[in-house]
């Protein structure tokens, strides 16, 4: 008898574990790939642009942003995060003179949120989206984004945080 040889019952032994291994490694990564298995420019597998980014300046509670001709925020219908201090703010310009503001900050799970598709707000981290009002458009979030007063006067826009 060779002693190096593997019972029948020790090789069936090992056979079904490394299978049942096998099997719940494929779980896992269907588990982790459901749960943001996307990159930062594709969230949950679609392919969202990078939102473009204007700065803003911090004055009390507000952030002023000016707003020109050479402005991501320049014609109805665009978008942009607004970079002020340490903090992001979501901003779309819904008219001539009036424009959305609301937290980048998902409601999912905090992740900032840094891309678009069409008028579309995505977060990089789960591929939940949000309309310009910052309603949930898709999960996995169930909360609106908050919303900030905005006003616009010559070609400063003022967010009221």
Do not use: E, K, W
């Amino acid at each position: 008898m060779d002693f190096d040889q593997p019972t029948r019952r020790q090789f069936c032994t090992r056979t079904c574990s490394t299978a049942a291994l096998a099997a719940l490694g494929g779980a896992f990564a269907t588990l982790l790939q459901g749960c943001g298995g996307g990159s930062p420019t594709s969230p949950g597998g679609s392919s969202a642009a990078s939102l473009p980014t204007v700065s803003g300046t911090v004055s009390g509670s507000s952030i002023l942003v000016t707003v020109d001709g050479a402005s991501p925020l320049a014609s109805v219908g665009s978008l942009a995060l607004v970079r002020a201090g340490s903090g992001g703010v979501l901003v779309a310009r819904t008219a001539q003179d009036a424009f959305t503001a609301l937290s980048a900050t998902c409601t999912h799970q905090s992740c900032g949120i840094t891309g678009f598709a069409g008028q579309t707000f995505i977060c990089p981290c789960h591929g939940s989206q949000f309309d310009t009002s910052g309603r949930v458009v898709t999960g996995p979030a169930r909360t609106a984004l908050p919303q900030y007063a905005t006003q616009f006067t010559g070609n400063v826009l003022t967010i009221s945080l």
